[in-house]
T-cell receptor, first 114, second 118 residues
Framework: EPEVTQTPSHQVTQMGQEVILRCVPI?????FYWYRQILGQKVEFLVS????????KSEIFDDQFSVERPDGSNFTLKIRSTKLEDSAMYFC????????????FGNGTRLTVT | AQTVTQSQPEMSVQEAETVTLSCTYD???????LFWYKQPPSRQMILVIR??????QNATENRFSVNFQKAAKSFSLKISDSQLGDAAMYFC???????????????FGEGTQLTVNP
């Protein structure tokens, strides 16, 4: 069964640095998402992406964040000038075009900001 | 805005027994989707079961079933014949069926940590 893949599984970075989290969604999926889960807290929506543009973003997704689909397969989340509170698990997800299709999540990238 | 509440931070069950995890939600919408996701220690989010609000019949997937009470805005998950591999964090999630008002984001509850005792 096809999967959403995320790399790296764990990223450690220093405060103030920029990080790029990478995702390869399932190939025939059209909608792409990033979610965040701070340790011990609920999973939070960050952004959705469709037809090469952001379709929706949360209040968390400010100018520090950006997303890109640079080619036909990768979907990236860039976090500029990282802060300690950006430490979290970041999940990529994708789904097919029909609105009732479920989200398929990747295994997540654990970001640690020191 | 929609909210999802899971009032049981932790639950435990004996292997082979049945356990029910609770979830309530608040929405003014009439059409939406509800989901249960499982998150084992590996932290992957795995879809367990989903329910479309317009369907009155409760969804079932093997040992997993839901009790969907639309009027009460309740969506509980029943796990029958619990297995050690069922031990995980379980998240209830809501998604609107109306793109124009709520987009397609999932709203998650706080999660319930399920322990399965041998």
């Amino acid at each position: 069964e096809p999967e959403v893949t995320q790399t790296p599984s764990h990223q450690v970075t220093q405060m103030g640095q920029e990080v790029i989290l990478r995702c390869v969604p399932i190939s025939n999926h059209l909608y792409f998402y990033w979610y965040r889960q701070i340790l011990g807290q609920k999973v939070e929506f960050l952004v959705s992406f469709y037809n090469n543009e952001i379709s929706e973003k949360s209040e968390i997704f400010d100018d520090q964040f950006s997303v890109e689909r640079p080619d036909g397969s990768n979907f990236t989340l860039k976090i500029r000038s990282t802060k300690l509170e950006d430490s979290a698990m970041y999940f990529c997800a994708s789904r097919r075009g029909s609105y009732n299709s479920p989200l398929h999540f990747g295994n997540g990238t654990r970001l640690t900001v020191t | 805005a929609q909210t999802v509440t899971q009032s049981q931070p932790e639950m435990s069950v004996q292997e082979a027994e049945t356990v029910t995890l609770s979830c309530t939600y608040d929405t003014s919408e009439s059409d939406y989707y509800l989901f249960w996701y499982k998150q084992p220690p590996s932290r992957q989010m795995i879809l367990v079961i989903r329910q479309e609000a317009y369907k009155q019949q409760n969804a079932t997937e093997n040992r997993f079933s839901v009790n969907f009470q639309k009027a009460a805005k309740s969506f509980s998950l029943k796990i029958s014949d619990s297995q050690l591999g069922d031990a995980a964090m379980y998240f209830c999630a809501y998604r609107s069926a109306t793109w124009e008002t709520s987009g397609s984001r999932l709203t998650f509850g706080e999660g319930t940590q399920l322990t399965v005792n041998p």
